[in-house]
T-cell receptor, first 114, second 111 residues
């Protein structure tokens, strides 16, 4: 079955530690996205990638970093510079970048930093 | 700028209808609608493109009013499975821009 996988589902970290969230897709999509969702809020775009080895900042990129070395993979690192990292993180992909194409979402990773 | 969704929350009895609106202060090129169950990933419902037709499947449909820069999602004869949070995602101005999501509308359908 084609889809997007994210791991782990739950992640706990101490303040000051970097943490990397995994996102893999086997849909052969060119575009991938990372969103952050806070309780009762909508989705906010962190980073997106339109093609391998290229990515752009979204609306809230500060304190986050990404890489896109393979078409299937788009890991997100939450660095210690992120002031309030506790949130639900969603990875998504679409055939091509932009709003004309349906986005498929992974199951999400709930990160708790204490 | 984030699109504004209204209402923020709605409670229905099974079989009742609901309308959820998504309004933007900027010109829209496309509008997406997604439904999210608690703790799960959003699931795509439909896309409406500027100049395109009203979309719909089963008892869920949507429209796109270019003059008002607004989209409306219509849920008719609601079912328990319709419960969740509905998000609109808007693409501003031209094709190729990233989506900006609204704050969501919580819908609860009771028996």
């Amino acid at each position: 079955d084609g889809g997007i996988t994210q791991s782990p589902k739950y992640l706990f970290r101490k303040e000051g530690q970097n943490v990397t969230l995994s996102c893999e897709q086997n849909l052969n999509h060119d575009a991938m996205y990372w969103y952050r969702q806070d309780p009762g809020q909508g989705l906010r775009l962190i980073y997106y990638s339109q093609i391998v080895n290229d990515f752009q900042k979204g609306d809230i990129a500060e304190g986050y970093s990404v890489s896109r070395e393979k078409k299937e993979s788009f890991p997100l690192t939450v660095t210690s510079a992120q002031k309030n990292p506790t949130a639900f993180y969603l990875c998504a992909s679409s055939r091509l970048a932009g709003g004309t194409y349906e986005q498929y979402f992974g199951p999400g990773t709930r990160l708790t930093v204490t | 700028q984030q699109p504004v969704q209204s209402p923020q929350a709605v409670i229905l009895r099974e079989g009742e209808d609901a309308v959820i609106n998504c309004s933007s202060s900027k010109a829209l090129y496309s509008v997406h609608w997604y439904r999210q169950k608690h703790g799960e990933a959003p699931v795509f419902l439909m896309i409406l493109l500027k100049g395109g037709e009203q979309k719909g499947h089963d008892k869920i449909s949507a429209s796109f009013n270019e003059k008002k820069q607004q989209s409306s999602l219509y849920l008719t004869a609601s079912q328990l499975s319709y419960s969740g949070t509905y998000f609109c995602g808007t693409e501003f101005d031209n094709a190729g821009n990233m989506l900006t999501f609204g704050g969501g509308t919580r819908l609860m359908v009771k028996p």
